[in-house]
């Protein structure tokens, strides 16, 4: 009888040290990563895009910069380009040649900056979305 009580006393205790935990929110760590605005928002006031080409700001990475240019068209964003990636040593390379396709290819779908991170290739993702933020940033009219 003594055993299957104490089963149950730790149980209700490991239950209720788990419910008291918080939940971890990289934006309430400072310096954290924040998320972009919302859909169909470049992350400026709310507007149509410019006619034009805008690079965005080439950000450093652990791996080293990215940078992207974009190109809008009738509001809409029409291709991205990669100014510069990861490139040091054929890793580097590897990892940028499969993920910059498909961080382009859901660019273009999402039409903003509310991409998902390829996995095995997160540093380049992240410097890949902040670059593309800044370049919306400067095509919103």
Sequence with gaps: MRRPLLSVAATATGICSLLALKAHHPADTPG???APAGPGTSGAASGTLASG???????????????????VSGGRLTDVTVVRAPSENERDREIAGY???ML???ALTAQNARI???SGATYTSDGYVRSLQ???DRAHA
Excluded: I, M, N
């Design 134 to 136: 800044s370049a919306l």
């Design 32 to 34: 954290g990563p924040t």
């Design 53 to 71: 080409t805008y690079t965005g700001d080439a950000v450093d990475t652990r791996y080293g910069r990215v940078q992207v240019r974009v190109t």
């Design 99 to 101: 993920a910059v396709p």
């Design 104 to 106: 382009t290819g859901e």
């Design 116 to 118: 998902d991170t390829v």
